[in-house]
């Protein structure tokens, strides 16, 4: 799974496979390693995100500070999806 950044203990990278057609912008956070119950994160064109499930659980408060991680980084994940993916759509 590409890795966009890590924060802490927490690891936010893209999933392989991303079905077709392919899915809106988003991430994966998990503790450590990628794993099939992460937690899955939408990016708006506003540069803000959505929480699309939190599988794996992360505490709210850790979470929101993710959540402003990739708030801040919005750019930076734009242009990983991009290089990996080839295309960019947005959820809203």
Not at 2 to 24: D, H
Not at 25 to 35: D, F, L, M, R, Y
Not at 51 to 62: A, K, M, T, W, Y
Request: net charge positive.
């Amino acid at each position: 799974m590409p890795q966009v950044f890590r924060f802490g203990q927490y690891c936010v990278y893209f999933w392989t496979n991303e079905n077709e057609p392919l899915e809106p912008i988003h991430v994966h956070v998990s503790a450590g390693t990628p794993s099939s119950n992460a937690t899955k994160i939408w990016l708006t064109s506003s540069g803000n995100c959505l929480l699309c499930h939190n599988r794996s659980q992360i505490p709210n408060h850790v979470l929101r500070n993710i959540m402003r991680m990739i708030e801040a980084r919005h750019n930076d994940v734009v242009r990983a999806w991009l290089k990996y993916f080839g295309e960019i759509r947005y959820y809203i």
